[in-house]
């Protein structure tokens, strides 16, 4: 499920909030309908990377079919990538502060 705003409840779009993953996050994410400024939590943050690193590094250690090392990292990031496309669903975001926990 995408996130939603804590003050009005309009959906973010996936778009949005993906740019906004691979964006520099110490700015607010703003929303588009009330202009609530929010931010991705730590533990929202973490889940965004290991949704990345994960694929990426269970491939490279235990699946991969290639001998050739180029060719299995290649994969893994291809992997990593398509993993990232997922994070926006498993983001959280809150109104305000930054979140420290
Ligand atoms: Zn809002």
């Given at each position: 499920?995408?996130?939603?705003?804590?003050?009005?409840?309009?959906?973010?779009?996936?778009?949005?909030?993906?740019?906004?993953?691979?964006?520099?996050?110490?700015?607010?994410?703003?929303?588009?309908?009330?202009?609530?400024?929010?931010?991705?939590?730590?533990?929202?943050?973490?889940?965004?990377?290991?949704?990345?690193?994960?694929?990426?590094?269970?491939?490279?250690?235990?699946?991969?079919?290639?001998?050739?090392?180029?060719?299995?990292?290649?994969?893994?990031?291809?992997?990593?990538f398509f993993?990232?496309?997922?994070?926006?669903?498993?983001?959280?975001?809150?109104?305000?502060?930054?979140?420290?926990?």
């Amino acid at each position: 499920m995408l996130p939603q705003c804590e003050n009005c409840h309009s959906t973010f779009g996936w778009k949005k909030v993906y740019r906004y993953i691979l964006g520099p996050q110490y700015k607010p994410f703003c929303c588009h309908g009330c202009g609530q400024n929010h931010y991705i939590t730590v533990s929202g943050r973490l889940v965004n990377s290991l949704l990345m690193i994960c694929p990426f590094w269970i491939f490279v250690q235990f699946f991969s079919p290639f001998s050739n090392i180029f060719l299995t990292v290649g994969v893994g990031f291809f992997l990593g990538f398509f993993g990232s496309l997922l994070s926006p669903y498993f983001t959280k975001i809150k109104r305000d502060q930054p979140s420290y926990y």
